[in-house]
């Protein structure tokens, strides 16, 4: 049986690069944020080009991941990667985290605040969604499941150790092909890759991890709520130095 692969990320975590890499599978198919429609509609969240994702979409969520799970049912020779942010899941029945495997992608808040807040200015700890990934984490886990956790800075300081750990976990066969696209956009991409997807789309690769030394002040309550969270999920990550042994 096909199982479709849910990346529950947070916004910046270069989660566009990683579906980007999965796209380069010949038998996978990647399908881009398809819960926001969702989240804008239930959470009232203001964010960029807003009304023109909820017109664009079906913003029934449940209704979006029975669609999902039953394509998937309907065509097994092709992997669903289906790249979501985790604080879209509000109001949800999660029963169908069951039928999926689960991937957290995660990034130090002290270098992803500060390109977050250049969008959202005025973001919380809930559009960081590292809480709501802990959570779901300790759920999954619980109920026996074994969920990866990939960190930004271990993807980009080697992908293809990473990348082939993360591959073996999920029974995909790695290939060097998911280490390099063609720059510019995808068919794939949601509507609001105009306000998010500047830079993967001047990619052609995982650009060299290269950390972040200044950190603004203004940001420091913020950063004390996110990182007791991301600590907790990074200690189960996949290691550059040693894919997660």
């Known amino acids: 049986m096909t199982v479709p ?85 509000l109001d949800l029945d999660l029963a169908f985290l069951q039928a999926t495997n689960n991937v957290f992608l995660i990034r130090d808040p002290r270098e992803m605040l500060p390109s977050l807040t250049i969008q959202l200015p005025h973001a919380t700890l809930a559009d960081t969604g590292l809480q709501r990934q802990w959570e779901l984490f300790s759920n999954l886990t619980e109920s026996g499941q074994g969920p990866a956790v990939l960190d930004s800075r271990e993807l980009l300081r080697d992908p293809e150790t990473v990348l082939c750990a993360l591959c073996t976990h999920l029974d995909l066969e790695f290939d060097p092909g998911m280490l390099s696209w063609h720059a510019g956009g995808r068919p794939e ?11 993967v789309h001047q990619s052609t690769g995982f650009a060299p991890y290269k950390a972040k030394l200044d950190f603004p002040e203004n940001l420091q309550a913020l950063l004390d709520e996110c990182s007791p969270y991301y600590e907790k999920l990074y200690r189960h990550a996949l290691r550059a130095d040693a894919a997660g042994d």
């Not at 990346?7 to 819960?35: H, I």
């Not at 991409?189 to 830079?199: E, K, L, Q, R, V």
Request: glycine fraction near 6%.
């Open 5 to 89: 692969i849910c990346l529950w990320s947070g916004p910046r975590n270069v989660s566009t690069a990683l579906m980007y890499s999965f796209a380069q599978l010949k038998n996978v198919r990647v399908v881009d944020e398809p819960l926001y429609g969702h989240y804008l509609r239930v959470s009232g969240a203001e964010h960029p080009g807003r009304q023109e994702i909820l017109d664009a979409m079906n913003c029934d969520g449940d209704a979006v991941m029975r669609m999902l799970l039953f394509a998937q049912s309907e065509d097994p020779s092709v992997v669903l990667f289906i790249k979501h942010m985790a604080h879209h899941l």
């Open 189 to 199: 991409d949601g509507i609001w890759a105009p306000h998010w997807y500047h830079a």
